[in-house]
């Protein structure tokens, strides 16, 4: 049913139509916008612009809508341009001619913005909820090995050794920020557009303010203009997810190379891998690979609104029904990857042997040698050069530094005595690294009761707005 064609003497042309037409994916704002007509019922009726006995059926219709929308009794269909029209016919088809009363006072300018934050809203909680889910599983996976030595590296080479726990623990952190960005961003999201108009506010008696509270917003905008074109909410979510994208990529990226033979750290459960229709033997950590892969999608829709915002004339041109399918798309990514990452983070085996046997290799203990004489007094330059000529005397005869004799030592220089020995072992080097953030037992102990600390806020954080966003759309 058209919301408009009062001054048209022609119908769309079926390619006009087409073109238009959103209901197809706007649909999934039904219930936001049927909670949302209901806080602007509430308005018009206590100004007295609605007689109780209009405004009661239309309340009892909408509650009806809203029940038939979610048991899918209630769809859009083939002659339906958007979600709002959809949703104006099912009230007309209960009411006659007072299921139009609502469009009184609001425009489906404030109306789809308003729709799509509290949308927004709603999904990017349970965004949170669900990086929380795989936060716990890294925090447990890395408590798991909390004393297993492994190689670090720094340009994909044998760097020093590290806790492997160390190595997966790093992921919680660019996970938190996520959540950080997330809680930042529903400060600026909670801001009403409804009221705003077409443009330009109302000449009616509204209360923005009133409304914004009805819907759980904490203010209303504060230029009406601003409030239909404004989507920085859009974006700036766009952009959440393309960095919790972006983790959950360098998450993948590590579990295929760790899960190589030439690697053969990490063994991925068999519920996680995939295996292949030609080589009988294969086992393949798609997961991993759709983890990585999905992080293009994020970045393009992320590219795509700014692009479609860039230059873009004030209050609401059709150009801004382009924000919701990026919108959709990432939102739905970010939730069909995380609880399949947070699977696979939970379920792989790591091979504590191999790791440990591989932690020295690569002369990964040489920064051992220059601290040891960096504490005799040497000069860090002088320091990494003798233990640099350490390397290259290994190298030359196949052995490792500790292999070294006493005399070899003092050649290269006068303050390396046979003790040094004592610091050349994979131990010592990780019980030495106690800065904090470092990789010794006592700071990675620190570390995990920090990150589950941040993760309990959250949790706790989240799972009340869950809460209070679900009463509101229940009210
Ligand atoms: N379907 C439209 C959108 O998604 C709704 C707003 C239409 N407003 C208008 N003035 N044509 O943006």
Redesign the pocket.
């Known amino acids: 049913m058209a919301l408009w064609g009062g001054r048209f003497s022609e119908t769309p042309a079926d390619a006009v139509f087409a073109l238009?037409r959103?209901v197809h994916f706007?649909w999934r704002l039904a219930p936001y916008d049927l909670r949302s007509s209901l806080a602007h019922l509430a308005v018009l009726q206590s100004s007295g612009l609605l007689e109780d006995s209009v405004a009661e059926p239309i309340r009892g219709a909408l509650n009806e809508l809203i029940s038939e929308v979610a048991a899918g009794r209630f769809v859009a269909n083939e002659t339906d341009?958007?979600?709002?029209s959809a949703l104006e016919r099912g009230l007309t088809e209960k009411l006659g001619a007072i299921g139009g009363s609502l469009r009184a006072g609001r425009?489906?300018?404030d109306?789809?913005a308003t729709d799509l934050r509290l949308y927004a809203i709603d999904h990017m909680i349970e965004v949170a909820q669900q990086i929380l889910a795989l936060q716990s599983a890294l925090i447990a996976k890395a408590s798991e090995y909390g004393d297993a030595p492994a190689p670090g590296f720094t340009h994909l080479q044998h760097a020093q050794p590290v806790l492997f726990g160390h190595e997966i623990a790093k992921h919680v952190q660019g996970f938190s920020r996520d959540l950080d960005r997330i809680h930042d961003w529903l400060d600026r999201a909670l801001v009403s557009p409804l009221g705003s108009g077409?443009l330009a506010g109302s000449s009616l008696p509204l209360s923005p303010e009133v409304t914004a509270k009805n819907l759980g917003f904490t203010s209303s905008a504060a230029n009406s203009i601003d409030g239909v074109s404004d989507r920085d909410f859009v974006a700036e979510a766009l952009f959440t997810l393309s960095m919790v994208g972006i983790h959950l990529s360098r998450i993948g990226e590590e579990w295929c190379i760790w899960a190589t033979t030439e690697f053969g750290w990490a063994k991925v459960a068999d519920a996680y891998s995939t295996g292949s229709s030609i080589m009988p033997q294969k086992k393949n950590p798609d997961m991993a690979e759709l983890a990585r892969g999905k992080a293009g999608r994020l970045v393009g829709n992320l590219t795509g609104v700014l692009t479609m915002l860039k230059g873009l004339p004030f209050a609401?041109n059709?150009d801004?029904?382009e924000?919701?399918e990026p919108l959709f798309d990432s939102i739905d990514t970010v939730l069909l990857v995380l609880p399949a990452v947070t699977g696979m983070v939970a379920t792989t085996d790591f091979d504590r042997e191999k790791m440990a046997l591989a932690a020295p290799l690569g002369f990964s203990l040489a920064t051992e040698i220059a601290d040891y004489l960096v504490q005799a007094k040497v000069p860090f330059a002088h320091a990494h050069e003798a233990a640099g000529k350490c390397v290259a005397m290994c190298e030359a005869s196949g052995r490792q530094l500790h292999q070294l004799t006493d005399e070899e030592f003092a050649s290269i220089h006068p303050s390396l005595k046979g003790d040094v020995r004592d610091v050349l072992t994979v131990h010592g080097a990780l019980e030495s690294r106690t800065t904090v953030g470092g990789t010794s037992p006592s700071s990675f102990k620190q570390q995990i009761k920090e990150s589950t600390a941040i993760t309990a806020a959250y949790s706790k954080e989240f799972t009340d707005k869950a809460k209070a966003f679900s009463e509101m759309m229940g009210a």
Do not use: C, I, T
């Open positions: 238009s959103s706007d341009e958007d979600v709002h425009s489906r300018n109306q789809v077409a609401y059709r801004l029904q924000d919701k």
